[in-house]
T-cell receptor, first 112, second 114 residues
Framework: DTAVSQTPKYLVTQMGNDKSIKCEQNLGHDTMYWYKQDSKKFLKIMFSYNNKELIINETVPNRFSPKSPDKAHLNLHINSLELGDSAVYFC???????????FGPGTRLLVL | QQQVKQSPQSLIVQKGGISIINCAYENTAFDYFPWYQQFPGKGPALLIAIRPDVSEKKEGRFTISFNKSAKQFSLHIMDSQPGDSATYFCAASIRNNAGNMLTFGGGTRLMVKP
């Protein structure tokens, strides 16, 4: 009965690799997000996406791309991973017009 | 540019005491101010939220105080308990057609000592 789930929970990879993180929500929400939490716990919005519009935080490198196969999923693809990409990535969802975000458990990415 | 500034970064409180976390924002267009609680290894979860048309909101031991003219809001945790030990984030957003992207403060690590 998990509301927002992410896989994998942990991801350890080498610099230069390409990786994906999957996110699924079963809340029937129509807006999903990706947030990055750095080592100092700072949470930063990366993307906001619904079936109409993708909003990209302008500071996010174009190596990061969200892909949504359907309304319940928003995956995050990362190309050419760099050491600075090491962080915890959180997926979240909300209902359009509602401000409450529901977060997933996070994916801990370590780039070596 | 950090639009939501949070203090203190860390806080130690004795059991039964009052925990106070403060936030200040810059963008007057923000119209929703939630607080999220995050336990280690978990995602943030909504704790309590307020809109700028009220000055205070209370839910159990948790109270938000909001000062629109000063562009500040704070979280008070009364009778703090060891189970309240977590990282707390204030946030702000502007409701728009594309969703509600939250801008978070830097977080406060709260430790409540037994």
């Amino acid at each position: 009965d998990t509301a927002v789930s992410q896989t994998p929970k942990y991801l350890v990879t080498q610099m230069g690799n390409d990786k994906s993180i999957k996110c699924e929500q079963n809340l029937g929400h129509d807006t999903m997000y990706w947030y990055k939490q750095d080592s100092k716990k700072f949470l930063k919005i990366m993307f906001s996406y619904n079936n109409k519009e993708l909003i990209i935080n302008e500071t996010v490198p174009n190596r990061f791309s969200p892909k949504s196969p359907d309304k319940a999923h928003l995956n995050l693809h990362i190309n050419s991973l760099e050491l600075g990409d090491s962080a915890v990535y959180f997926c979240a969802s909300s209902q359009a017009g509602h401000s409450i975000l529901y977060f997933g458990p996070g994916t801990r990415l370590l780039v070596l | 540019q950090q639009q939501v500034k949070q203090s203190p970064q860390s806080l130690i409180v004795q059991k039964g005491g009052i925990s106070i976390i403060n936030c200040a924002y810059e963008n007057t267009a923000f119209d929703y101010f939630p607080w999220y609680q995050q336990f280690p290894g978990k995602g943030p979860a909504l704790l309590i939220a307020i809109r700028p048309d009220v000055s205070e909101k209370k839910e159990g031991r948790f109270t938000i105080s909001f000062n629109k003219s000063a562009k500040q809001f704070s979280l008070h945790i009364m009778d703090s308990q060891p189970g309240d030990s977590a990282t707390y984030f204030c946030a702000a957003s502007i409701r728009n057609n594309a969703g509600n992207m939250l801008t978070f403060g830097g977080g406060t690590r709260l430790m409540v000592k037994p």
